[in-house]
């Protein structure tokens, strides 16, 4: 399914997905290290990341997911209305709309998840 056009449009939403992902994961290690009293690295995890912090991140990510989701859409009328005609395209834009999507949510559960878990800690 995946062809030389998946890597020019849809590249942006699921690599910054990716990217959340792994920082997500990097963080997760990091707090992995601070909770079995392992290497204190000083300041580095309460310090501000240079990029912009994790909200920022996440509102990034949901913005392309979003503009990829609406982009699928766009192209859908289009082809309903005839102007496309690349059925290739819109399916690929649907199916990538979709990934997304599917991405996004997975991430909700984990952080919904974590913050669960944090929320069952004791004091």
Known sequence: M??????????????DIIAMRQQLLERNRLLQELK????ADGAAPTAEP??????????G????VSATQ????EMSAAYERGEVTDIAK?????QEAGLAFEATLQVRN???S????IMRMGV
């Open 2 to 15: 995946s062809g030389p056009g998946a890597i020019g449009g849809a590249g942006g939403g699921v690599g």
């Open 36 to 39: 079995q009293g392992g290497k």
């Open 50 to 59: 240079a990029g912009g912090g994790f909200a920022d991140s996440l509102k």
């Open 61 to 64: 990510a949901l913005d392309n």
């Open 70 to 73: 609406n982009r699928a859409s």
């Open 90 to 94: 819109v399916m690929l834009a649907r």
């Open 110 to 112: 984990k952080l919904l």
């Open 114 to 117: 974590a913050y669960q878990e």
